[in-house]
């Protein structure tokens, strides 16, 4: 059996779409504020693990919601809190280190999201 070169490609286009087809833009708020929103239910990252673009030097507030107690942990700027089940925490902090830095609940060990900071 012989493989289609045209669904192939196709089928190469929608995963490099998908998968690393570049990062997502943060929402902006008016003060220049890189706004990302992640929320954690049913074991699972609500619309999946997203990573975003966030111009280096700019302010970061990053809100977690969560529906299980944890820690929310930002590798590489080591920044740290916690959330309790069924509310919110927020993180501020400035993009001020340039690379891919991942986002998670430290005491699952579970990706919430990629920060790609440049
Ligand atoms: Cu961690």
Redesign the pocket.
């Known amino acids: 059996m012989r493989a289609r070169p045209a669904a192939v490609l196709v089928a190469c286009l929608v995963l490099i779409a998908g998968c690393a087809g570049g990062a997502a833009a943060p929402q902006v708020t008016a003060e220049g504020v890189q706004r990302i929103e992640v929320t954690y239910a049913g074991g699972a990252v609500t619309d999946g693990v997203v990573r975003y673009a966030v111009p280096l030097g700019s302010p970061v507030e990053l809100m977690v919601a969560s529906d299980v107690a944890d ?1 929310v ?3 590489g700027y080591d920044r ?1 809190t916690f959330v309790t089940a069924g509310a919110s925490t927020t993180l501020r902090f400035t993009a001020d280190l340039p690379g891919v830095f ?3 609940l ?1 005491q699952r ?1 579970m990706p919430l999201t990629e920060l790609e900071v440049s």
């Open positions: 820690e942990h930002v590798h740290r991942e986002v998670e430290e060990g």
